[in-house]
């Protein structure tokens, strides 16, 4: 049956058609809610990028869930280009039995604050700190999984004092440190100093010795 659009009088014959009304003024009218430029939080120091899941190397997953954040509700988006000023952005919205698709070049702001992380290792934040003890090759061996464990999980290390006998390695992240003993079954001596008081409540910090035989 042919169908005339309400709003436009198209008709079927001419345009697709989703329920009463045709195809264009349907994504015109959703066209309206979508913004027209969008702000990143970019850190000026690492330069990653902030997304609902923290912060991540710029690519276009995270700029698209940036994007996506700032957008909000029904959309489903893709990022089709992008070059830190402008982007061109593909929503999508099911609408009806369908999907409606719009493309639409976008204005793209950058916020530069610097990331938690970022902001902890310039001021030398550490949460735990791991002597290792031992043979020297053991002590190597060791401290070379270390590094490369907590290198790949955005944390690091705000100091290391390498020793006679082995390392003090300061961590920003004491689960990390947890982790990694669980990862390589490895059982360290723990203790717990007194480094200050927040509101009444003493603050510790986690000393982990590992002694290698
Ligand atoms: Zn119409
Ligand atoms: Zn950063």
Redesign the pocket.
Known sequence: MLKYCPTCNRSSEDVHFIGEFCELCIKEKLAKSLPSGVTLEV?K??G?IKTREG?FNSNKEAIADAVSSSVGGKWKIAIKEFDWKHATVTFKQEYGDEWVKIDKEIEVKVKKP??I??YRQTSGYYEAILQIRGPDSKVESTMAKLMKFISVRNTFTSRVDELENGYDIYLSDKKVANAFFEYYELKPGRSYSLYGLKNGKELYRNIYILRLE
Do not use: I, L, V
């Open positions: 850190c120091s690492c990653r912060y610097m990331c992380d970022c």
